[in-house]
């Protein structure tokens, strides 16, 4: 049984920074890409960023450029999301994926195969 495990969540003012971490316990990923996908309340499950497999290529929503930064440390068998000048319309549950192959890009929800449990990210005006 594989198991993300998220913390960093919370309530932040908005211009505030929150970082998110997801660690996978026992197991590693090391060929896999990871990344942050988000559901706020009654939209769908949407893309925020994805990183490889090597910790290269990053890749993000356009609404979270130059204010997100998603990071990997595959000795820690983690993956970081952090967040800064945030604002309302990023209030959300934040969910850590993994994608179901080795060596491929994570472009859409049906290439993860492990998600992680998410963490509130509530942000206030």
């Known amino acids: 049984q594989v198991q993300l495990v998220e913390s960093g969540g919370g309530l932040v003012q908005a211009g505030g920074s929150l970082r998110l971490s997801c660690a996978t316990p026992?197991?590693?990923?090391?060929?896999?890409?990871m990344g942050w996908f988000r559901q706020a309340p009654g939209k769908e499950r949407e893309f925020v960023a994805a990183?490889?497999?090597?910790?290269?290529?990053?890749n993000y929503l356009d609404s979270v450029k130059g204010r997100f930064t998603i990071s990997r440390d595959n000795a820690k068998n983690t993956v970081y999301l952090q967040m800064n000048n945030l604002k309302p319309e990023d209030t959300a549950v934040y969910y850590c994926a993994i994608h179901r192959r080795l060596y491929s890009i994570i472009r859409s929800l049906s290439d993860i195969g492990y998600w992680g449990q998410g963490t509130q990210v509530t942000v206030s005006s």
């Open positions: 026992g197991r590693t990923f090391d060929s896999n890409a």
């Open positions: 990183i490889s497999w090597s910790g290269s290529n990053p």
